[in-house]
């Protein structure tokens, strides 16, 4: 079981930096995320879109945001747990026990939940007998491409990841294509080069369709799939890929007997802390009279929850505030020499 | 001001008036009416707020911006008639609008 005096469950822009909060005043940390990368929204929704409103950065875009975020944490040595997903909070003694999905156990007085939306999950497909089939047929990422070989492969979606596996798997495999409107988001070099396979026949291109159904056998053997004027076309395929985003849900926190309304959790506005001692919220998933969905605001959130943590985590100091352009300490931890 | 109906998909019905100047999505979320997510607070970078408009209102509003199509690619269950109720804004002109909201926006 891993000891911290801290753990934050997401590392988009306000969980980055309740980190660096924390490492400032002398706390140990370790952060989450069911992400794949560190940035939360940022890096997910919108990495090449401009924000204007950062104070004392005029224009930046998301990705740079979070590359300036993660160069601040330098100094620090903080452990990332990415790809995992934080299931069960539960009280033993003074401390919180954390388990993520992957197995991780922590042992902690403080949880700061810095959780945007919740967590991304990937879009499913609506009909229900999809999911009886999900991760034998019917998938959502690809982990192992070589069960596709010389096989059937319908892939849904009209973004980069529909197009770029559909060209990539078109070279072992039989390919089914299809999109609910006849235009594609992806890059405009991987559109043309997908045309040229539909050209020689390495991919079958069906547009304006959507998945209907698929089959009710033991097996998945076929789908049906419907144009927008109704007509039905059944596909014979091994597998289904589903390519349709990322979409936001808040998961397991929902069952941790938080203060929850709108898929927001109710705190207060001094430590940051919900209904539960030792727990805080800030960001985009905090609530509480006047509450602003900026950047800003998380991080203002996250450096007085962090003060917080220090009470709970250091019972027995008393916690002292300092600058960071006198204090010797934090030039310590920070490794500025004088 | 300017009335907009949005019917649940179990049926049940809201009128409300709804402030020149706030999109269909805010109005929903101010009036607390159940199935309209908002997740991204109406930067379009999800589709949370997706609605689908009568036949004879979907030509009378605004076209599509780049963008709201290809989010609308992620949406739940997309259909000829969908929209992104964040960027439908309320005018005068859009008065007696009739959305019906899908069986769920995740």
Redesign the interface.
């Known amino acids: 079981m891993i000891k911290t005096d801290a753990l934050i469950i997401g590392a988009g822009p306000t969980g980055l930096f309740t980190a660096h909060q924390l490492k400032l005043i002398g706390l140990s940390c370790e952060i989450v995320d069911n992400l794949d990368k560190i940035g939360g929204q940022c890096i997910e929704l919108y990495p090449d879109k401009p924000i204007y409103d950062i104070p004392a950065i005029p224009e930046c875009t998301g990705e740079e945001l979070t590359n300036n975020l993660i160069n601040q944490l330098k100094p620090f040595d903080i452990k990332f747990h990415l790809s995992e997903r934080v299931e069960e909070v539960k009280k033993n003694n003074e401390n919180w026990e954390v388990k993520t999905n992957k197995g991780t156990e922590f042992s902690t007085p403080n949880i700061i939940i810095a959780g945007g939306v919740g967590s991304f999950e990937p879009r499913k497909f609506s009909p229900k007998e999809c999911e009886k089939f999900e991760n034998k047929s019917i998938f959502y990422s690809i982990k192992d491409k070589s069960i596709f070989k010389n096989k059937t492969v319908s892939i849904f979606g009209g973004g980069d990841s529909a197009l770029d596996w559909a060209i990539e798997l078109s070279k072992d495999s039989k390919i089914n294509l299809i999109h609910r409107r006849d235009e594609f988001r992806g890059a405009q070099a991987t559109v043309d080069k997908m045309n040229e396979l539909e050209k020689s026949d390495k991919i079958n291109l069906f547009t304006k369709y959507q998945l209907k159904s698929v089959s009710k056998k033991e097996n998945l053997e076929s789908i049906e799939i419907e144009h927008d004027n109704k007509e039905v076309k059944s596909l014979k395929t091994d597998y289904v890929l589903g390519f349709f985003g990322l979409i936001m849900q808040l998961g397991p926190i929902a069952n941790w007997g938080l203060n929850i309304d709108k898929k927001t959790i109710s705190v207060d506005t001094e430590k940051f802390e919900t209904n539960h001692k030792g727990i805080y919220a800030v960001g985009d998933i905090c609530t509480y009279p006047g509450k602003l969905k900026l950047i800003l605001s998380g991080f203002h959130e996250g450096a007085l929850a962090a003060r917080a943590c220090f009470k709970l985590a250091r019972p027995n100091e008393k916690y002292r505030f300092e600058f960071t352009t006198s204090s010797k300490s934090i030039k310590n931890r920070l490794g500025v020499k004088e | 001001m300017p009335k907009i109906t949005y019917i649940e998909h179990n049926g049940k019905t809201h009128t409300i008036e709804i402030a020149n100047g706030l999109s269909v999505m805010e109005g929903a979320v101010q009036n607390n009416i159940p199935g309209i ?1 908002a ?3 109406g ?1 379009m ?4 707020c997706h609605v689908y408009v009568k036949e004879e209102w979907f030509n009378k509003l605004p076209k599509k911006e780049d963008g709201e ?2 989010m609308l ?2 949406a ?3 259909k ?1 008639n969908s929209r992104l109720s964040c960027q439908l804004m309320v005018t005068e002109q859009l008065d007696g609008l009739v959305v019906n909201l899908p069986e769920k926006q ?1």
């Open positions: 997510d997740d991204c607070g930067s970078a999800c589709a949370t199509e290809d690619d992620m739940f269950e997309p000829k995740v």
